[in-house]
């Protein structure tokens, strides 16, 4: 049995509900990463706020010709100066893991915006399900569908193994 004999079955409005589910799974996926990234956020802003304090601390403190080069312990200004250069790398680090975020919900939210955009297309534009699939199985080969669902298999994914298991 073939990939086209184990869906001439499936009808087009099989296929865009479940375009519509992928889109729905999809924003899913950006609420819990929008919400991760609400929490990295506030966590930059108290960074942010901490460094800023204790530069303030440092730039009124002792520094200058008046500082010992000696001084040791608790208020070393170098061991001042190396915490705040390690905050800092903290900080930067934070920024970074944010930004990426911040392109995976783009991308997340752009394939959701273009499974509805394909749903819409199938059900005004395709009047059989064979068509219809090998419309979704281009699309989700085009958009590298299946990276985006870890936890769910891809109308793509069932294409291949059925493709590539061996015939009866």
Known sequence: MTMTDDYDAISVEELVEYCRTQ??????????????????????????????????????????????????????????????????????????????????????????????????ELEATISDGQTALDRLLHFERDHDAPAYFDDRQTVLEAATESDESPSE
């Open 23 to 120: 889109a729905g799974l999809l924003s899913g996926h950006v609420e819990t990463i929008g919400a991760k990234m609400d929490e990295l956020l506030d966590e930059i802003d108290e960074d942010i706020t901490e460094i800023r304090t204790r530069l303030a601390e440092h730039s009124s403190g002792t520094e200058g010709p008046t500082a010992s080069s000696t001084t040791t312990g608790p208020n070393d200004p170098q061991s001042d100066l190396t915490e705040l250069e390690e905050l800092e790398a903290e900080l930067e680090e934070k920024q970074t893991v944010a930004e990426a975020k911040r392109v995976r919900i783009a991308a997340f939210q752009d394939l959701s915006v273009a499974y509805i955009e394909m749903a819409e």
